[in-house]
């Protein structure tokens, strides 16, 4: 079955210091994943999508994710950390039928 | 141009009783999605719609329903509310069935009492 761990359910880091989100996935074929990140009472907003092709990720606000079938992974990063970045983030399976596939969260933290 | 909206933002309702969420699209989008998300967890997949049919559907059982109109906005219905029903009602538009961005709305939070 297709399946995403998010291994951190909470990462606090300092303002300027970088920042590792980490998400192994579990698939049978070759997967379509992506990161999204909620706000307090906000709606989730794309970060990033990985669909097979650049393995390196950019996305929206500095953030970036590497897609490493060997360690079936796909963690996110950033290299420097900013308040405005503290929010849940969830690592998301794309499924067949148009079925995303949510982590369990990481609610990054960040200290001024 | 406006994204996802949802009705109502907030909802209480006791045991026993049907809820009604509504969603509306991007303009240009087809497929609609719904997602159950519980406090402190991700969420689940509840359905796909696109081009006013059912195209994917979770683990959820039968009191769990939805329709898309021909204007592509949708509704989630829920019969014989359950205190555990009680979460975030979250809708996804896209502009079709595949791999597609789903874009979030805002979500509807349901409270069960």
């Known amino acids: 079955a297709q399946s995403v761990t998010q291994l951190d359910s909470h990462v606090s880091v300092s303002e300027g210091t970088p920042v590792l989100l980490r998400c192994n996935y579990s698939?049978?074929?070759?997967?379509?994943l992506f990161w999204y990140v909620q706000h307090p009472n906000k709606g989730l907003q794309l970060l990033l999508k990985?669909?097979?092709?650049?393995?390196l990720v950019k996305g929206i606000n500095g953030f970036e994710a590497e897609f490493k079938k060997s360690e079936t992974s796909f963690h996110l990063t950033k290299p420097s950390a900013h308040m405005s970045d503290a929010a849940e983030y969830f690592c998301?399976?794309?499924?067949?039928?148009?079925?995303?596939?949510f982590g369990q969260g990481t609610e990054l933290s960040v200290k001024p | 141009d406006a994204g996802v909206t949802q009705s109502p933002t907030h909802l209480i309702k006791t045991r026993g009783q049907h809820v009604t969420l509504r969603c509306s699209p991007i303009?240009?989008?087809?497929?609609v999605s719904w997602y159950q998300q519980v406090l402190g967890q991700g969420p689940q997949f509840i359905f796909q719609y696109y081009e006013k049919e059912e195209r994917g559907r979770g683990n959820f059982p039968d009191r769990f329903s939805a329709r898309q109109f021909p204007n592509y906005s949708s509704e989630l219905n829920v019969n014989a509310l359950l205190l555990g029903d009680s979460a975030l009602y979250l809708c996804?538009?896209?502009?079709?069935?595949?791999?597609?961005?789903?874009?979030f709305g805002p979500g509807t939070r349901l409270l069960v009492l």
């Open positions: 303009s240009g989008h087809k497929s």
């Open positions: 698939s049978s074929y070759s997967p379509s």
């Open positions: 996804a538009s896209s502009l079709g069935q595949g791999i597609e961005t789903q874009y």
């Open positions: 998301v399976f794309y499924n067949q039928g148009g079925k995303l596939i």
């Open positions: 990985y669909t097979s092709a650049a393995t």
